[in-house]
């Protein structure tokens, strides 16, 4: 019997990452520091980039990608996106993303930061709430006009200058400069949302909800409760914004947590169901080949060919 490649790992921390991916002889380990776990920002064309394709994985860090040129392509979520000049991607701690192709051609800076950084001297709850892009529901894409890209790279230099030019980086520095540069990414995105409509707001509260619960919960009922909404009410809002139903954003949770279990540890199919809220492993497969083409067991499989 072949034997598993799979590591058994649920979120990579930031070292393991980093010898995960970049390689045991790659000289780009020489630039993170013993609090680089922590924090630290670096420029891209520093970095001799990823040597290995990164499957479905989770981080304990967010990860802020500014890019000044070239283009990647990776998966946040249920979504893909390609990168473009003068903008950032933001990969919240806790959410599943992949980079399926390696290119290591664009230029910009990489932010990783802990998230028990925003909780300190200068923030508070209420401030974290308004950055959709730091939330696994959000929006992890951000544009940037002319204005916004010179003022979003003067903080990223400085949070740079802080991480590469100190011994220990000072994080209560690093938070300033961090709760200034979601300000100012937040200028495009909050001119976007000033007409935001209820049925927006409601989807989006029910997004998050469904990562906080799915593992146990999967009937619109439950949600539309949690939201004092009619099962109906929410359905239409959520259709109306996202032009899916509300069972099928369960169903996509589900099945994205199923892939990146499958990926990332040894468990059995059914102990796979049973993660994910399926106590009937048979319904489970039937579910995963609906919707994939192919079976939670010949998924795996070509996991161990690639």
């Known amino acids: 019997m072949k034997s598993k490649t799979i590591e058994k790992v649920k979120t990579y921390e930031a070292k393991g990452f980093r010898e995960k991916f970049l390689g045991e002889d790659n000289p780009a380990h020489l630039l993170f520091k013993s609090n680089s776990d922590h924090f630290f920002c670096l420029q891209m064309n520093e970095i001799v980039g990823l040597q ?6 989770k981080h304990s860090c967010h990860t802020l990608l500014f890019i000044a040129s070239g283009s990647q392509t ?39 930061f ?14 974290l709430n308004d950055f959709d892009f730091l939330k696994i529901s959000g929006n992890p894409k951000v544009s940037l006009s002319a204005n916004d890209t010179a003022s979003i790279i003067t903080i990223l230099n400085r ?3 802080e991480y590469t030019e100190t011994e220990t980086a000072n994080l209560d520095i690093v938070q300033a400069y961090l709760i200034a540069l979601f300000y100012e990414m937040n200028r495009n995105t909050v001119k976007a949302s000033k007409n935001v409509s209820a049925a927006e707001i409601l989807t ?21 409760s949690l939201l004092n909404v009619t099962p109906n009410h929410l359905n239409k809002s959520v ?46 497969s039937r579910f995963f080949k609906k919707r994939e083409g192919i079976t939670p067991v010949q998924y795996r499989k070509l996991i161990d060919k690639s």
Request: proline share 5%; with cysteine.
């Open 52 to 57: 290995y394709p990164v499957p479905p994985s």
């Open 74 to 112: 990776m998966k946040v979520g249920y979504q893909e996106y390609q990168t473009v000049p003068n903008e950032i991607i933001v990969v919240p701690a806790g959410q599943v993303f992949s980079i399926k192709n390696i290119n290591n051609s664009h230029t910009g800076y990489v932010c990783q």
């Open 114 to 127: 802990h998230p028990d950084i925003l909780i300190g001297k200068y923030a508070n709850r209420e401030i």
């Open 159 to 161: 949070l740079q200058t």
């Open 204 to 224: 989006t509260k029910f997004r998050e909800l469904i990562h906080q619960n799915v593992k146990n919960y999967h009937q619109v009922s439950y949600y539309a």
């Open 239 to 284: 259709k109306a914004v996202t032009n899916k139903t509300a069972a099928s954003w369960i169903d996509e949770t589900i099945l994205l947590e199923a892939k990146y279990l499958l990926f990332q540890t040894s468990l059995s199919v059914s102990q796979i169901a049973m993660q994910v809220g399926h106590e009937d492993h048979s319904y489970f």
